[in-house]
Nanobody, 121 residues
Framework: QVQLVESGGGLVQAGGSLRLDCGVS????????MSWYRQAPGKSRELVAT????????DYADSVKGRFTIARDKDKGVVFLEMNNLKPEDTAVYYC??????????????WGPGTQVTVSS
C-alpha cells in the first residue's frame, strides 16, 4: 500500500517562506507525476504545481508562478514545494498527490492527508 506523508506546513507572516515535503512509502509499478494541490475554506481543491517523476516538466498555477518551486530532493527522497513571498490568499490545506500505475495497465492515484499552511497579514 502506497502512502504519502507530508510535512512542513505551519503559520508564517505575509512575505515569508515555507517548504513542504512529500515522501512516498510502499511499492508501486511506476510513478508518472507528483503534484501539490490546495484547498482553502469554502473553495474547491486546485492544482498548485506538478512535476514529472524524471524531475522535469514542471507546471504551476498562474497564481503561484515566480513564487513557488516544485522539485525532487533525491538525497531525502522527497518531492518538495518551496513557497516564497507567501500571501494571505495562499492560506489553505496543501495536499500531495501521486499519479502512476500499479501494473502496466492499472492507473492509480494517491493523496496525502494534507498539511495546513496559514499566512497572516
Amino acid at each position: 500500500q502506497v502512502q504519502l506523508v507530508e510535512s512542513g506546513g505551519g503559520l508564517v507572516q505575509a512575505g515569508g517562506s515555507l517548504r513542504l515535503d512529500c515522501g512516498v512509502s510502499g511499492s508501486i509499478f511506476s510513478i508518472n507525476t507528483m503534484s501539490w494541490y490546495r484547498q482553502a475554506p469554502g473553495k474547491s481543491r486546485e492544482l498548485v504545481a506538478t512535476i514529472g517523476i524524471s524531475g522535469g516538466n514542471m507546471d504551476y498555477a498562474d497564481s503561484v508562478k515566480g513564487r513557488f518551486t516544485i522539485a525532487r530532493d533525491k538525497d531525502k527522497g522527497v518531492v518538495f514545494l518551496e513557497m516564497n513571498n507567501l500571501k494571505p490568499e495562499d492560506t489553505a490545506v496543501y495536499y500531495c498527490n501521486l499519479k502512476g500505475f500499479l501494473g502496466r495497465y492499472q492507473p492509480t492515484e494517491y493523496w496525502g492527508p494534507g498539511t495546513q499552511v496559514t499566512v497572516s497579514s
